[in-house]
């Protein structure tokens, strides 16, 4: 039986916040929840700057689930595809699916779409297959310092285009595959590596000699190998 002052009780483990006072960040800071880690660089505002922090609700964007997980790294480059839902575009959708993805990263002249913000992406380099399209580019930072959610602007390129190409093509019913697959490249070699492969892509189909040849293939001068 105890006797004197009561006995403590045991407080339950709860997470630190990488932010906290007892925790202050570093130039290069991290959100993280008890399954992901999604890197995140602080604003630069000059030496001793507190940096934004990401609330619950902006994190969901960074990591989304629908058959399969994705995660989205800061300042990292993605090699993205999306297949259509299993019918061949004709070359006047290719045509105007290629001219989207250019204008989604301020490549065109031509404006974007109004539902659609400008310029989120940098590209390095885009290929539009009758099938699928592969995409290589890395999310721009938005006025407040964070990263553009991947997830946003897919949705408006896949949902812009299908629109688009359905009132072309005066046909109705879904253009793309609900899915997208994403893989975070980890260097500069891989980029690199990726992009010949998005090069060679319509060489290895049949479809061009060349990759030259291929009227739906655009690569970033940039980033070729």
């Not at 301020?106 to 590209?123: D, E």
């Not at 899915?179 to 290895?204: A, G, M, T, W």
Request: aromatic share 6%; charged share 25%.
């Amino acid at each position: 039986m105890w006797r004197g002052c009561p006995r403590p009780r045991k407080r339950p483990a709860t997470a630190t916040c990488p932010f906290s006072p007892r925790n202050p960040p570093s130039k290069c800071s991290s959100v993280t929840d008890k399954k992901t880690l999604v890197c995140l660089s602080c604003k630069q505002a000059g030496e001793g700057a507190r940096p934004t922090l990401m609330s619950t609700t902006p994190l969901a964007k960074y990591r989304y689930r629908r058959r399969l997980p994705h995660f989205q790294r800061a300042d990292a480059d993605i090699f993205v595809t999306f297949c259509t839902a299993r019918w061949q575009l004709p070359e006047a959708a290719r045509d105007l699916v290629l001219g989207h993805c250019l204008r989604e990263g301020g490549v065109a002249r031509a404006p974007s779409p109004a539902n659609c913000p400008k310029t989120r992406i940098h590209l390095h380099a885009v290929v539009v297959m009758p099938d699928h399209v592969h995409l290589l580019l890395r999310p721009l930072r938005n006025a407040d310092g964070w990263p553009h959610p991947l997830v946003d602007i897919l949705q408006c390129l896949k949902s812009t285009t299908a629109h688009r190409i359905n009132k072309l093509l005066q046909r109705a019913g879904p253009v793309w595959e609900e899915e997208s697959f994403d893989h975070v490249l980890r260097s500069d070699e891989i980029l690199k590596d990726k992009c010949e492969y998005l090069r060679q892509n319509p060489v290895r189909r049949g479809l061009a000699i060349r990759p030259e040849d291929y009227r739906w293939l655009w690569v970033n001068p940039e980033s070729k190998p």
